[in-house]
């Protein structure tokens, strides 16, 4: 048997996109999709997907778990790595020079500046709950209660 691996790739980064859209995230594929997002006044918290283990077994069921929350970012969107790659360089560009591109990751933008990030090395190896508890932090720190 042979399984056509296009096919199979597709599936899951299909099923990957699904989750962050049905948790209320903005797809952003494209430049001008990032740069528009990125000008929006207020918070937004980035959520750079990917199709690891540690994306769909710990990022992204964060994602969806950490916007219940008393106060939690004005905007959510999400950039694929791997998929729309120009749309994540240019995303990782507006994160700044000191930034290190990983993936999954989160940033946690405020009028347009990064102000917080959730690194792949605080995801991979955790448990979705204390990434929740680690982003629920930042949203504490730097977003309004709504």
């Not at 959520?47 to 970012?73: F, L």
């Not at 729309?84 to 940033?107: C, L, V, W, Y």
């Amino acid at each position: 048997m042979t399984m056509n691996f296009n096919f199979y790739m597709d599936d899951i980064v299909n099923q990957a996109r699904s989750e962050m859209e049905t948790s209320g995230y903005e797809q952003l594929k494209t430049v001008e999709e990032v740069d528009a997002a990125f000008k929006r006044p207020g918070t937004t918290l980035v959520m750079v997907n990917s199709v690891c283990g540690c994306a769909g077994g710990i990022a992204r069921p964060a994602a969806a778990h950490a916007i219940h929350y008393d106060k939690r970012p004005d905007h959510l969107v999400t950039v694929f790595a791997g998929q729309d790659k120009d749309a994540t360089a240019q995303a990782r560009m507006h994160f700044g020079e000191d930034h290190i591109p990983s993936s999954p990751s989160f940033a946690l933008l405020k009028d347009g500046e990064l102000v917080a990030e959730v690194g792949r090395y605080e995801i991979e190896g955790h448990d979705p709950m204390s990434v929740v508890m680690n982003l629920q932090s930042k949203f504490e720190e730097y977003c309004e209660e709504v």
